[in-house]
């Protein structure tokens, strides 16, 4: 009824008139707009005339480059708008910097800015630059990837944080000089187990090797997987690569060390574009209806300037939905910005697919609201996200009330997790409960997630906001969600020798309950292919978890830590594990967790090495099955047909299809050619 209602309300806008306007780089604001010769020059002005037409309208961009200033804020007079491209059209929210002059040598340059400018994001011919930072990375990790050299050898580690925690720590050796002249201009980004936050420095004492922060914060809480690191951006005493650059906030100045001879010359005669995001959000739809965003290039967006040192998930987006329905953006490329790409508010009907969404730094696809309803998230590709917050980011972030689906997606290159469901408060009023299905998540591809950057994350990772919600009953720890046929791969968390732990396949934290898990593929993930992470009513069936390779302490599969997290009495309990095959070449089966109130069977259990597996409760076989669980399970060699090579179907005389498992299509993964 919804889709029908939906596709009635396109078909009467159609058969309404509606005016066309064009915009063009050669246009002039002047113009009337209606032509292609006759185009206005901005969309600025485009948005005027769509806000006067009083008709349906379209907006086509000419090919090149449109530089805003400002948002494009669409309200309800914007409404039953299309805004697209005839052909490669970009809106960009950089301010270009020119007058490039030569400073120094080693291809070293030098440009005015404005004073007390925080620039924070350079893009160098389209590509991001890195920002001066101390220490310097080893083999070239950060010049491959902005923000990336963040593993324990291109890192400083501190030696103790204050207590209570919050705005400081003692450091070791020279790792903070006091007598840096742009001090007061660093930054300082210090990690915990799951999170890394920013400080502005207030001061130091040479005396007690101590820092002093601006910002009250989180350094040393929950930080005990984090190895204490931290690294310094924006001191001109890191500024020594090619690629990097420096912003003297105070006196007006950006430096830019080139990456070539050729780059160089470039920036010198004007035939390199280089600038930085001055907008937050390049389009924000308010209280819309029947707006369509296609076919164009929605990059450069600032990082909120003084929002990323408190807020959790980053504050905007370069595209925002809030109140407004029958929304949809359709084969966008999103990217090259300081916040998320595409963040839902509280709205209906809305479709975000064939779009491109990479380099930001939160979430790529980001849903705040737990009261969205009717979203479709199908056929992107999300990748290198989590840039610049990394307080749990994700690729893909669904919240919402009911009808939410993300699917043929592939996520990659986060610094945590890929997909996240929930962190929302149950119930949600005016749901019935039971509640009906509220999450859909299936045929996606999630791979080379988390980076060896943060601990405790999945590849879809589901939560709760309450980690007591158990106590208040049931439907508070509820998340209907059905997680089916997704390829989840090679994540990898922060680890140095003991330290570090929890990159999950699918995670299920806080006591979430009702996720059922099915036909899903989990291989070379660095934790636990399915984590039960307390709570009820979960259910994996007919998934395939093999090669954990890089697993040492962790379990193919984990169910609640013993006690709860932490000790809580009562803690809720319940996982049904049926028709799974586990192929395990090294590591554990399972970890020492607590298996009160499980079911396990028609499961096919294999040791590559031949060794027996321990099983939950540190059992034999045989113990295991005198528990009641796995009765009619086997260990046996499931037979796949080339599994080293990725080719995990299965040959006709395997034992796990006599056990009724069926067969998954390794085709149906990420985007599809239709």
């Known amino acids: 009824?919804?889709?029908?209602?939906?596709?009635?309300?396109?078909?009467?806008?159609?058969?309404?008139?509606?005016?066309?306007?064009?915009?063009?780089?050669?246009?002039?604001?002047?113009?009337?707009?209606?032509?292609?010769?006759?185009?206005?020059?901005?969309?600025?002005?485009?948005?005027?005339?769509?806000?006067?037409?009083?008709?349906?309208?379209?907006?086509?961009?000419?090919?090149?480059?449109?530089?805003?200033?400002?948002?494009?804020?669409l309200s309800g007079s914007a409404s039953h708008s299309t805004w697209t491209a005839a052909t490669a059209a970009t809106i960009?929210?950089?301010?270009?910097?020119?007058?490039?002059?030569?400073?120094g040598s080693n291809l070293e340059l030098v440009a005015n800015v404005p004073k007390n400018t925080s620039i924070t994001q350079l893009f160098v011919g389209g590509s991001r630059a890195q920002r001066a930072r101390l220490p310097k990375c080893v083999n070239g990790d950060c010049q491959a990837d902005y923000s990336r050299g963040f593993g324990y050898e291109n890192t400083y580690q501190y030696v103790k944080a204050f207590k209570p925690y919050g705005n400081g720590f003692v450091f070791s050796g020279n790792d903070i000089d006091s007598s840096w002249p742009d001090l007061k201009q660093a930054e300082v980004l210090a990690f915990g187990?799951?999170?890394?936050?920013?400080?502005?420095?207030?001061?130091?004492?040479?005396?007690?090797?101590?820092?002093?922060?601006?910002e009250k914060g989180e350094v040393g809480k929950f930080a005990w997987a984090s190895a204490k690191r931290y690294i310094v951006e924006n001191i001109k005493a890191g500024w020594t690569d090619n690629g990097e650059f420096y912003n003297d906030i105070a006196n007006g100045k950006l430096y830019y060390r080139a990456r070539s001879q050729t780059e160089y010359n470039a920036i010198l005669s004007g035939k390199v574009t280089v600038g930085y995001p001055v907008v937050p959000t390049i389009f924000q739809l308010q209280s819309t209806q029947n707006v369509t965003i296609s076919n164009l290039n929605?990059?450069?967006?600032?990082?909120?300037?003084?929002?990323?040192?408190?807020?959790?998930?980053?504050?905007?987006?370069?595209?925002?939905?809030?109140k407004s329905a029958d929304v949809e953006l359709q084969k966008l490329r999103v990217g090259n910005s300081g916040m998320c790409g595409i963040q839902i508010h509280t709205v209906s009907d809305v479709q975000i697919t064939r779009c491109s969404v990479v380099d930001v730094g939160g979430d790529g696809i980001q849903m705040i609201s737990s009261e969205a309803v009717n979203v479709l998230i199908a056929q992107n590709r999300v990748n290198d996200t989590g840039k610049i917050f990394m307080k749990q980011p994700a690729g893909i972030r669904?919240?919402?009330?009911?009808?939410?689906?993300?699917?043929?997606?592939?996520?990659?290159?986060?610094?945590?997790?890929?997909?996240?469901?929930?962190?929302?408060?149950?119930?949600?009023?005016?749901?019935?409960?039971?509640?009906p299905l509220l999450f859909t998540v299936r045929y996606n591809y999630v791979h080379d997630y988390g980076l060896g950057i943060l601990c405790d994350f999945g590849g879809v990772y589901l939560s709760s906001a309450d980690n007591l919600c158990f106590q208040k009953g049931q439907n508070h720890c509820s998340l209907p969600t059905y997680v089916y046929q997704n390829f989840i791969t090679r994540g990898r968390h922060f680890q140095h020798k003991n330290t570090g732990y929890g990159s999950n396949g699918i995670y299920m934290d806080e006591q979430v309950a009702s996720v059922y898990m099915e036909k899903n593929l989990i291989t070379h993930v660095g934790a636990t292919g399915i984590y039960f992470h307390c709570g009820t009513n979960n259910t994996a069936t007919n998934n395939i978890i093999a090669y954990m390779n890089e697993i040492k302490t962790n379990g193919y599969i984990s169910s609640c830590n013993s006690g709860g997290n932490p000790t809580w009495p009562n803690i809720s309990h319940g996982e049904t594990f049926t028709h799974n095959i586990v192929y395990v070449d090294e590591g554990k089966l399972t970890t020492d967790s607590d298996?009160?109130?499980?079911?396990?069977?028609?499961?096919?259990?294999?040791?590559?090495?031949?060794?027996?597996?321990?099983?939950?409760?540190?059992?034999?076989?045989?113990q295991w099955q005198q528990t009641g669980n796995d009765t009619n399970s086997v260990v046996a060699d499931p037979l796949f047909v080339d599994p080293k090579s990725g080719n995990f179907a299965l040959k006709s005389n395997s034992p796990a299809l006599k056990l009724g498992f069926q067969p998954i299509d390794q085709h149906q993964f990420g985007p599809t050619k239709q």
């Open 1 to 73: 009824m919804i889709v029908t209602i939906v596709l009635l309300t396109r078909l009467v806008v159609c058969l309404q008139a509606f005016t066309v306007f064009y915009v063009s780089t050669n246009g002039n604001d002047g113009n009337k707009g209606t032509s292609p010769t006759d185009a206005f020059r901005t969309p600025k002005r485009a948005l005027s005339a769509v806000e006067a037409s009083g008709t349906p309208t379209k907006v086509v961009f000419e090919s090149g480059t449109y530089y805003v200033s400002e948002t494009l804020s």
């Open 92 to 103: 960009s929210g950089n301010k270009l910097v020119q007058k490039w002059q030569k400073y």
């Open 193 to 214: 187990s799951w999170t890394a936050s920013w400080y502005h420095i207030q001061s130091v004492d040479r005396s007690t090797h101590t820092v002093y922060f601006k």
């Open 298 to 322: 929605i990059l450069h967006g600032n990082d909120g300037g003084i929002a990323r040192y408190h807020d959790y998930f980053g504050p905007s987006a370069l595209i925002t939905l809030d």
């Open 398 to 435: 669904l919240r919402g009330k009911g009808g939410i689906i993300a699917e043929h997606n592939e996520v990659q290159r986060n610094s945590y997790g890929g997909i996240l469901v929930g962190w929302q408060r149950m119930p949600i009023s005016g749901l019935p409960y039971p509640t």
């Open 595 to 622: 298996y009160r109130a499980t079911h396990f069977n028609y499961n096919d259990y294999y040791h590559t090495n031949g060794k027996p597996m321990e099983f939950p409760g540190r059992r034999t076989w045989k």
